[in-house]
C-alpha cells in the first residue's frame, strides 16, 4: 500500500522540517511525505488547493494521512477534502493527531505494514508521553 502523508502547517519552516526529520528515519518507498505548509506564496498561513494540488500529483492509489496543527490549517485540510473528487476522498483520512509525533508514527508504521487501521492507532497514541503515571 502506497501512503502520502500530508503535512498541514501555518508555517513551511515547520512542515519542511518534520518532512526532513521523518525521511531521515524511515527509508520506505511507499511512503510519500509532502510538506504543505504556509500559503501559495509561503507566507504564514494554510492554503487548501495546496492540499489539492499534492493529491493530485501522487499516484492514483495512495492512502492520504492528513496532519495538521491548529486553526485553519485544520479546516483547509477539511476544505481540501471537500474539494476532492469522490474516489480521492475515499482514501483521505484527517488523522486527529499531534502534527510531529503523529506524522513520525505513521510513517514509520507505513513503512513496515499495509494496515490501515494500525498505521492510524499508533499515530493517534503517539503523543502520549505518559510521563504522569
Keep these: 500500500m502506497k501512503t502520502s502523508l500530508l503535512l498541514v502547517s501555518h508555517s513551511k519552516e515547520i ?3 518534520i518532512k526532513k526529520m521523518v525521511e531521515q528515519m524511515q527509508t520506505s518507498n511507499d511512503v510519500s511525505i509532502y510538506s504543505l505548509g504556509g500559503t ?3 507566507e504564514i498561513g494554510s492554503d487548501p488547493t495546496k492540499i489539492v494540488d499534492a493529491v493530485n500529483k501522487a499516484d492514483k492509489e495512495d492512502i492520504f494521512l492528513v496532519f495538521a496543527d491548529i486553526g485553519s490549517a485544520i479546516l483547509n485540510a477539511e476544505m481540501a477534502q471537500d474539494m476532492l473528487e469522490e474516489e480521492q476522498q475515499k482514501r483521505y483520512y484527517l488523522i486527529d493527531a499531534p502534527l510531529v509525533e503523529g506524522a ?4 514509520i508504521t507505513a513503512g513496515t505494514s499495509d494496515d490501515l487501521e494500525q498505521i492510524m492507532s499508533e499515530a493517534k497514541k503517539a503523543g502520549d508521553k505518559d510521563w504522569n503515571a
Design 15 to 17: 512542515t519542511d522540517g
Design 104 to 107: 513520525f508514527a505513521a510513517a
Design 40 to 42: 501559495a506564496d509561503n
